[in-house]
């Protein structure tokens, strides 16, 4: 399932969306839209979003998506649960260079690289920083281990590259 990314809001954490984020986001969506909408659409989309355990701070990042933009009044249920924003780890990388010719190192600087309970996981960039520990030691070593094309470790000196 890692392979395959991970949703970010559900590895940051926090505490569960409240009672009056969901009559906020209520709010903000009659006055976004112009239109008084059916309180049963929003009980089962409250409800649904409870039932998935969001939290505040996945709800709130989704409100401000679906604010700028879904255009139309006429919304579904549905779209609030398409937007995430996907965490990978190294293997995904890894795949990903092998299938387009790049190499790793030259990749790995078109990512954002977090720390998430000690692994390294890597997220395209998107202009969306997440509330997480980024990694920022990666190329600030004169010296850095890496395995070669026969799986064995080496050490190599590099130029003193510091990335984010």
Not at 18 to 40: C, D, M, N, R
Request: with cysteine; proline share 3%; charged share 25%.
């Amino acid at each position: 399932m890692l392979e395959n990314g991970v949703n970010a809001f559900d590895v940051i954490g926090g505490p569960v969306v409240t009672p009056s984020s969901f009559a906020k986001a209520a709010a903000y969506l009659q006055q976004a839209y112009g239109v008084e909408f059916p309180k049963e659409k929003f009980a089962i989309l409250f409800e649904l979003i409870l039932d998935e355990g969001w939290t505040e701070e996945r709800f709130n990042r989704t409100l401000k998506w679906f604010l700028k933009t879904k255009y139309n009044q006429a919304w579904t249920i549905a779209d609030w649960f398409q937007w995430n924003v996907k965490l990978y780890p190294f293997a995904w990388v890894r795949q990903h260079c092998h299938k387009n010719g790049l190499r790793e190192v030259d990749f790995i600087r078109t990512l954002d690289v977090y720390i998430v309970d000690g692994i390294r996981l890597y997220k395209m960039k998107d202009g969306i920083d997440l509330p997480l520990k980024r990694d920022g030691e990666l190329w600030s070593r004169k010296k850095h281990r890496s395995m070669n094309r026969k799986g064995f470790i080496t050490s190599h000196a590099s130029a003193d590259h510091k990335w984010r």
